[in-house]
């Protein structure tokens, strides 16, 4: 059986959006999470990514140029509002999280924010051996369960995560009949 993926609750996503330093970090956080993306997708993306839809985000998986792929992450209409106000009388082309000296921030300062906010809000996940901050990749766990537990279908969450094989989305229905069996102990029989 494969190892599951550590994800957070909802509540506890409010919780680590709550302790976030800066409006900007709240922004990181609540866009990982809503669009269960990679954080190098997050941080390369652009105030002009945004759509009326959802946002564009670009990936560029193993380090080559060849293999760069872009992916239209479909966002509920209040949540593309919400983005949109964030943003709003920012350039088009300007990088949503830009760095000091021009480009974006990097991997490593956005891995640090999500670490700093999860301490601050006191959440740790078990990950191999001893307890371990949260990180940014636990946020698209989060999205991918969220979103399954939610009753949408495994097809979607494929497509929303950019995974090309099926088998990939898979894990994380195993989460999900994992809350279900806890739900079942729970309802009273007789």
């Keep these: 059986m494969p190892r599951l993926p550590v994800y957070l609750t909802a509540e506890e996503v409010k919780r680590l959006l709550a302790a976030a330093e800066t409006g900007r970090d709240r ?3 609540w866009l990982l999470w809503v669009t269960g993306a990679r ?12 759509t ?26 209040g949540v593309v509002a919400q983005l949109k106000e964030a943003l709003a009388g ?18 490593g300062w956005a891995w640090r924010i999500v670490k700093r906010a999860a301490a601050r809000a006191g ?7 001893g307890e371990t901050p949260v990180w940014p990749h636990v946020l698209r766990h989060s999205y991918a ?17 950019g995974h090309r ?22 309802v009273p029989f007789g």
């Design 123 to 129: 959440l740790y996940r078990h990950k191999f051996s």
């Design 27 to 29: 922004l990181l956080i």
């Design 90 to 107: 920012r350039d088009p082309g300007e990088y949503i999280f830009p760095g000091r000296r021009g480009g974006h921030i990097s991997r």
């Design 39 to 50: 954080v190098s997708e997050v941080i390369q993306a652009r105030v002009g990514d945004v």
């Design 165 to 186: 094989y099926l088998e990939n989305t898979r894990v994380y229905s195993m989460l999900t009949d994992v809350h279900i069996e806890q739900l079942m102990r729970e």
């Design 52 to 77: 009326e839809t959802g946002i564009r985000l670009a990936n560029l998986k193993r380090h080559s140029p060849s293999s760069l792929t872009e992916k239209h992450v479909f966002l509920p209409p």
């Design 145 to 161: 369960v969220h979103l399954l537990r939610q009753g949408r279908p495994i097809t979607l969450v494929q497509q929303q995560l």
